[in-house]
């Protein structure tokens, strides 16, 4: 009988503890009653899709930093591009009418030249390169994208490497496959640059005009990570997709230098504590997320290719180099060369 009455009353817990465990969590960083003189915090960010990493990293910064400062920052997250493109956030973000968003390094080129170095085509080929690149890179960085785009790094996103996502009766291999091809690239010089030193056409079509594009054929395909382009469900409009590493797709979270100015320096501490950490998590998060696109892209029945030799993608992509350095100022080519010193320095220390 005791040991009934013991089960019983073992079950009674599991029952009773399964129904407080079901019981949403009544505050978070979102439902938190406010606070006199609160500081508004609005994140801005181009997608509007719960899947997409960068999503993921905002929304981590944004809880991070109301727990760091104890709500006393009040984040307000604008997806989807409801206050405008990538290009157009950042200038707003100069001005501090928003004070984070979430661009790619691409796009953050176009008002920040010094970032083009991030986008040398092999300047890295392995995530963990990219990543040392990044932590190593952005103290030199900082002060130059501060006085060129009036903000500040205070975290970094990685979506994943891009790749060839094409229709086309055979697998892409060689550049001399690629080269009939006429493939959508974002309207970068350098991206645009590495594509013709392939022999292949680019076309610089918005990324919200490329499912059309693709189902009317204008292009045969394009490049991005997977999450991407199963996420976008390019696979109902391609067939293939070819898997390299000549740049990985990564977004610095940056904040308005202005609005950065204006904080006391414990809030200070707290954003640049939240940039770090989300970084950090970032980097847990995305290589889980992306084996889950890739089985999906499988599933969707998009055959997958290895390129199975990339010296001679490598060869002629980083002998158009010196056409690149005036892109990323007057010191390119010495940029260019800290970024090397700092991929030996990675390279040494794993000997």
């Not at 060689?174 to 645009?192: C, E, F, S, Y």
């Not at 991407?228 to 610095?252: N, Q």
Request: aromatic share 8%; hydrophobic share 40%.
């Amino acid at each position: 009988m005791k040991t009934i009455a013991k089960l019983t009353a073992l079950a009674a817990l599991i029952i009773t503890t399964g129904a407080h465990a079901a019981t949403p969590n009544p505050f978070d960083w979102q439902s938190v009653p406010r606070k006199d003189d609160q500081i508004t915090m609005r994140l801005a960010h181009s997608l509007n899709m719960e899947w997409s990493s960068q999503t993921v990293a905002l929304k981590r910064f944004a809880e991070l930093v109301a727990i760091y400062t104890d709500n006393r920052v009040r984040p307000v997250i604008f997806p989807g591009s409801q206050l405008g493109g990538e290009k157009e956030m950042l200038q707003q973000a100069r001005q501090g009418v928003i004070q984070v968003t979430i661009p790619a390094t691409n796009n953050m080129a176009q008002v920040a030249p010094s970032m083009n170095v991030l986008l040398l085509p092999y300047l890295t080929q392995s995530t963990e390169e990219s990543n040392y690149l990044l932590d190593h890179i952005t103290p030199t960085l900082q002060p130059r994208v501060i006085e060129e785009a009036g903000v500040r790094i205070v975290g970094w996103e990685n979506t994943g490497w891009r790749h060839f996502f094409y229709n086309a009766p055979e697998p892409i291999q060689t550049p001399a496959d690629l080269a009939p091809l006429k493939m959508r690239v974002p309207p970068n010089a350098i991206m645009l640059g590495t594509y013709k030193s392939w022999n292949a056409s680019p076309a610089p079509i918005a990324w919200n005009e490329l499912y059309s594009a693709l189902q009317q054929g204008v292009v045969e395909g394009g490049d991005s990570p997977v999450s991407d382009i199963i996420g976008m469900k390019f696979d109902e409009v391609i067939g293939r997709i070819s898997r390299l590493h000549y740049t990985i797709l990564t977004h610095p979270i940056v904040v308005s230098e202005r609005w950065y100015q204006s904080l006391e320096p414990d809030l200070q501490e707290a954003v640049l504590r939240a940039g770090r950490e989300t970084t950090e998590y970032v980097r847990w998060w995305q290589p889980l997320d992306e084996a889950r696109w890739w089985k999906q892209a499988e599933e969707a029945g998009v055959k997958i290719t290895e390129i199975e030799d990339e010296t001679p993608w490598l060869e002629k992509a980083r002998a158009a180099w010196p056409n690149y350095y005036h892109l990323i100022g007057a010191d390119g080519e010495e940029l260019t060369e800290k970024a090397l010193d700092i991929l030996e320095s990675y390279k040494a220390s794993k000997q």
